[in-house]
């Protein structure tokens, strides 16, 4: 299976109703939890680490102009590749592939040219993405070690969909973590990445957001969290060393930001696209039995 070749011929009508991955996967199981939230901001903290897929970003997103739409629109593509039927998913994928074909610069710190739908990019994308949720399930206790191996093997359906070389994608803690010793060397923060990092942590509000409601001190403790939880040389990468809490405090801090959001009603938890999921796969099991 290739994401250029897929059809819901490929699958049953129960394949499509469980979706890629189904509600006894650890994929849904990490991201359903509340920290999910953390670890999607570390992992868009992390991408931004890499020159040439920061560039194609610069270039082409609009996070500048519409920051909160595009991290609106990146959580929802997320959450139907995730909990939508296969069918859903892949229209999704193929919008996202279908905006990234055309899409092209030449980077200027390395003078790589390149397109945003190279392999090698979006591999970066989808690592960024499964160490950085993964990363955060762990600390609080939400997987095993065993289920993170499976989680990330369970990921590599979603690298595969979006354009990926099946073979080339880590299936495994170790191999996703070889995978970042070798492309350490290739990573910097360039000014198009420091800017990143700015609207990531500092995003702009309109004043009566900031003075008027909590999503100022809220997201600043989400931003918070989300820096203290990459890995140290990304930290130091980013001139960051020592201006975040040591690993054990943000792993505590992690667990009481969690603790506060399970309590929230699940309306509030989960987005509608996991909720219709949920349902979805209710239903389908109910009638199977």
Known sequence: MTGARISARDWSAEEDLL??????SVTWKVHADPVYS???LRALLLQALHPVAMDGVARNSTFRESPWQRLVRTAEYVDVLTFGTRREAVRAVRRVRGLHRPLSGTEETTGRSYRVDDPDLLLWVHNCEVDSLLDVARRVGVVTDVEADRYVAEQVTAAELIGVDRADVPASVAELADYFERVRPQ???TPAGREAWRFLVVPPMPRWVQFLTPARPAWGSLASLGVATLPPWARKLASLPGLTLTDAAATAA???FRTGMLALPERARHSPTRR???ERTASAVAVGA
Do not use: E
């Not at 979706?19 to 006894?24: K, L, N, R």
């Open 19 to 24: 979706g890629f991955f189904g509600p006894d």
């Open 38 to 40: 953390v670890g999607g």
């Open 187 to 189: 990573l910097a923060l």
């Open 254 to 256: 992690l667990r009481a």
């Open 276 to 278: 219709a999921g949920f």
